[in-house]
């Protein structure tokens, strides 16, 4: 079975960049969509980002737009999340979640109630 897992975060200050990894495991990346979320203390899981296979035009969150640009490199299983111009309210446990290409797709509706498939995520904290 195919599994996600990220890596890339730390601490840095609002305005820092970082960059957020997904490797997929036991499985072709290129047949999945793959989606970002994250969480923070006492808040739910929210969608951050979604891209497709192929996809010219990935999904973002409101909050995040122009901020943040997701990408996928399937020869090497691996999507990422480049954060550019971080605020302490992107502080949260960021996670990267998939689902076949055969059922799904980012117009589908980007909410985690979709995703069965979590890694253990890594933290993004932004504070001065």
């Known amino acids: 079975q195919v599994r996600f897992a990220e890596s890339g975060g730390g601490s840095v200050q609002p305005g820092d960049s970082l960059r957020l990894s997904c490797v997929a495991s036991?499985?072709?990346?290129?047949?999945?969509?793959i989606a970002w979320f994250r969480q923070a203390p006492g808040k739910e899981r929210e969608a951050v980002s979604c891209?497709?296979?192929?996809?010219?035009?990935?999904v973002y969150a409101d909050s995040v737009k122009g901020r943040f640009t997701v990408s996928r490199d399937n020869a090497e299983n691996t999507a990422y999340l480049q954060m550019n111009s971080l605020k302490p309210e992107d502080t949260a446990v960021y996670y990267c979640?998939?689902?076949?290409?055969?059922?799904?797709?980012?117009?589908?509706?980007?909410?985690?109630?979709?995703?069965?498939?979590w890694g253990q995520g890594t933290q993004v904290t932004v504070s001065s």
């Open positions: 036991g499985g072709a990346l290129d047949s999945w969509v």
């Open positions: 891209i497709n296979t192929g996809d010219p035009n990935p």
């Open positions: 979640s998939g689902l076949p290409t055969t059922v799904y797709w980012c117009g589908d509706g980007v909410h985690a109630s979709k995703f069965a498939l």
